[in-house]
T-cell receptor, first 114, second 117 residues
Framework: KNQVEQSPQSLIILEGKNCTLQCNYTVSPFSNLRWYKQDTGRGPVSLTIMTFSENTKSNGRYTATLDADTKQSSLHITASQLSDSASYICVVSDRGSTLGRLYFGRGTQLTVWP | EADIYQTPRYLVIGTGKKITLECSQTMGHDKMYWYQQDPGMELHLIHYSYGVNSTEKGDLSSESTVSRIRTEHFPLTLESARPSHTSQYLC????????????????FGAGTRLSVL
């Protein structure tokens, strides 16, 4: 069964600190991996997307890494801000179907305290 | 900011009522999707569409139905709502027609939080 597992389930950090969120997946054949940010009561917003050949992708203070051999990805947030408080969802797409099916993790709930 | 809109944002209704959740996008995207998300859980695909007059069921069995008469509009209907339908429903859209495109990013609406009493 294709799965996406994220850790930790929740995380609390102080404003200005860095943090790293983890994503392990078993989806095969792999197409791409995306990180989304979902604010409470809102829809997810795309942060990064990486294909098999990409090891790292940055978007401002967000940097995602991908190791397709070990099927692991991380999202590093630098100099956290209060507005970073949200759920961060790892999403993996396969290339075994025309649709390019997406497999969603349950997310890591990040809380940034002042 | 994605141009995809869902209404209503919140809906509380009684058992047995018929409801329609609206979703519209102004980006001209061919692909549209409906997801169901319970608190703290992953999104589950319940319906998708490749384009006008194309609709398919997703991974999660759902008693809801969808239609795609216009490119920009993808409403979801529950003929007889039950408490088990209580959840958040998210609509999304992406570029492109059939075929794989790793750069297709899905843009999500803000969601409709449905409570059935």
């Amino acid at each position: 069964k294709n799965q996406v597992e994220q850790s930790p389930q929740s995380l609390i950090i102080l404003e200005g600190k860095n943090c790293t969120l983890q994503c392990n997946y078993t989806v095969s054949p792999f197409s791409n991996l995306r990180w989304y940010k979902q604010d409470t009561g809102r829809g997810p917003v795309s942060l990064t997307i990486m294909t098999f050949s990409e090891n790292t992708k940055s978007n401002g203070r967000y940097t995602a890494t991908l190791d397709a051999d070990t099927k692991q990805s991380s999202l590093h947030i630098t100099a956290s801000q209060l507005s970073d408080s949200a759920s961060y969802i790892c999403v993996v797409s396969d290339r075994g179907s025309t649709l390019g099916r997406l497999y969603f993790g349950r997310g890591t709930q990040l809380t940034v305290w002042p | 900011e994605a141009d995809i809109y869902q209404t209503p944002r919140y809906l509380v209704i009684g058992t047995g009522k018929k409801i329609t959740l609206e979703c519209s996008q102004t980006m001209g995207h061919d692909k549209m999707y409906w997801y169901q998300q319970d608190p703290g859980m992953e999104l589950h695909l319940i319906h998708y569409s490749y384009g006008v007059n194309s609709t398919e069921k997703g991974d999660l069995s759902s008693e809801s139905t969808v239609s795609r008469i216009r490119t920009e509009h993808f409403p979801l209907t529950l003929e007889s709502a039950r408490p088990s339908h209580t959840s958040q429903y998210l609509c999304a859209s992406s570029e492109g027609g059939r075929g794989l495109s790793p750069k297709n990013i899905q843009y999500f609406g803000a969601g409709t939080r449905l409570s059935v009493l």
